[in-house]
């Protein structure tokens, strides 16, 4: 396996816990967001990640499509949990 040059920050690992626990309150599979996203689901499940978290960050675009698609009336659901660095 290869070895990250940098850190995924804990805030990204954060939202990718969130869209988990998303998915699994709503029943979703990885595919079914995917598809509704518009987002490869290669690159969808890179996003939320396996057991270690997520391997790439998504950029804002990829997050407005995956709460659309998850269905989310409020999108701070996705943010649940980040902590304010300063």
């Given at each position: 396996m290869?070895?990250?040059k940098t850190e995924i920050p804990e805030n990204?690992?954060?939202?990718?816990?969130?869209i988990k626990r998303l998915m699994e309150t709503k029943k979703l599979k990885a595919s079914e967001v995917a598809i509704?996203?518009?987002i490869d689901?290669?690159?969808?499940r890179r996003y939320v990640g396996g057991p270690n978290g997520?391997?790439?960050?998504?950029?804002?675009?990829k997050l407005i499509r995956i709460a659309v698609?998850?269905?989310?009336?409020?999108?701070n659901e996705l943010f649940k949990g980040i902590i304010n660095h300063k």
């Open positions: 290869r070895e990250r990204v690992k954060i939202v990718s816990l969130n509704k996203a518009q689901i290669e690159t969808f997520p391997s790439i960050i998504m950029g804002a675009d698609a998850l269905g989310l009336d409020d999108y």
